[in-house]
């Protein structure tokens, strides 16, 4: 792995060469030799935009989050606890899919200084909480929270690949991430919105500082300093060899794992390298295009993934988040899971059964569908903790605005929703009002395509085995 100096996009960018420099593909090779050729780094384009599409998209967010500090998504400097206190809508666009259950906290970590020692306060019992530690591969390594290590107070450690230290006293435990950067999601149940105060009062026991601080010894010498290049755009990172520009400079701070030495190898062969940056604007029209070739074979395989595998139900997100070990390096799942809702919790921690279509197997569409469905509030959803159903519009994946600011329906709001004569809980998904005496259970969706999920969060065990299944999503008459 290239060391993280100190990094200047445009010396890096003068250093390249090879691909580079725009070289054609080889104007004394023989044209089955040239089509060999493209065919070859058309392949590894595919390969790599499978693989390293989830590091790209994290880095879009984390340089939003916690590096462009004039941008309007930012929320702290990189090490230090940024609380948002109010659950999100429609006008937080950064992350796709986000809940609207938990107010978030977030710190960006910056690992190659020293670890940090994340504090928790004490949570009263009954109120969810979690951490999730997430490394620049997007695996969730490691969790801290209710179903993790309980409701109370304790100070854990975060140490990036190179710390050789041992546990100090006063911390529970060392949590080890293999990247140099990683992203620390917490999540604070919200009950109802007069209960903001209390998630307030939690979020201010959230405490994070260098173990240098935390055991009052001196600071070691600082990182270098870096210089974030700024991310291309959702729509470019699927489309432009900007993408594989980023994807080199992410690899620097993340050390080669054994099991895909071959596969790094492989990439360096289209100018993919840790700590190198691959100028797309400088790449000869035919060799850009192989490589923009290969994208589009990338998002091909993730649209035939999608149809036949996680519409259809052979392949749910719960196999799609968790750790290294867990994923196996199947590659194209953590894709699509990236692309669908990154940052999705471990299955262990969260499920999220999903609707894409209707009980008859057609996609979901607000301007001419109205849907319900019909549960039994007792026992339909096996968490313990707190279920919820949420909207998301398409194709960005966001929340969608509404006459009553309504995203979702949860477990908290039960009380208020409305009964059928036989007890159960009929909920209307629809774009117009389903009338004054059906607006309590009425979930609001937009005048176009959109897909709804359902959260449960600290799943039992019938829905981790799934022997539970989700109530139907079926659409009116």
Partial sequence: MAS????????????????????????????????????????????????????????????????????????????????????????????????????????????????????VPAVEAGRYYSLQFIDQYTFNFAYVGSRATGNEAGSFLLAGPGWTGRRPPGVKRVIRCETQFAFVLYRTQLFEPSDIEKVKAIQAGYKVQPLSQFLGEPAPAAAPAIDF????????????????????????????????????????????????????????????????????????????FKAGELDTGRRTAAEGFGTRSFLKNDYMIRMAS?????????????????????????????RDGRYTLRFDPKRSFPVNAFWSLTVYELPQSLLSANVLNRYLINSPMLPSLKRD?????????????????????????????????????????????????QPPLVRAA
């Fill in 229 to 304: 290049p700024r991310p291309p755009p959702p729509e470019k990172q699927r489309n432009s060899a900007e993408f594989f520009q980023i994807l080199g400079f992410i690899l620097q701070f993340c050390p080669i794992h054994p099991s895909e030495r071959a596969l790094r190898q492989r990439f360096a062969r289209i100018g993919i390298e840790p700590g190198k940056v691959l100028d797309a604007a400088s790449l000869a029209p035919e060799r850009r295009k192989v490589l923009e070739d290969g994208m589009a074979d990338a998002w091909k395989a993730f649209a035939a």
């Fill in 421 to 469: 004569p036989d007890g159960l809980v009929t909920l209307h998904l629809q774009h117009d009002s389903p009338g004054p005496e059906r607006e309590a259970n009425w979930l609001p969706v937009p005048a176009g395509p959109f897909w709804t999920t359902l959260r449960l969060y600290w799943p039992k065990p019938e829905a981790l085995d799934r022997r539970w299944k």
């Fill in 338 to 366: 990236a692309a669908l809702g990154i940052y999705g919790n471990s299955k262990e921690e969260a499920l999220y059964p999903f609707y894409y279509n209707d009980s008859a197997g057609k996609a979901l569409n607000g």
């Fill in 4 to 119: 993280p100096l100190s990094i200047s996009r445009r010396a890096l960018l003068a250093s390249l060469a090879g691909i580079g420099a725009g070289a054609a593909l080889g104007p004394a090779a023989s044209p089955s030799a040239e089509a060999a050729e493209a065919g070859a780094l058309r392949a590894i384009a595919k390969e790599a935009t499978i693989w390293g599409f989830p590091l790209v998209d994290n880095y879009r967010i984390q340089y939003s989050y916690f590096a462009d500090r004039g941008g309007p998504e930012f929320k702290a400097p990189w090490n230090v606890i940024a609380n948002t206190a109010r659950v999100y809508t429609p006008e937080d666009k950064a992350i796709q899919t986000p809940n609207s259950d938990t107010p978030y906290s977030y710190i960006g970590a910056d690992l190659r200084a020293e670890p940090l020692v994340i504090s």
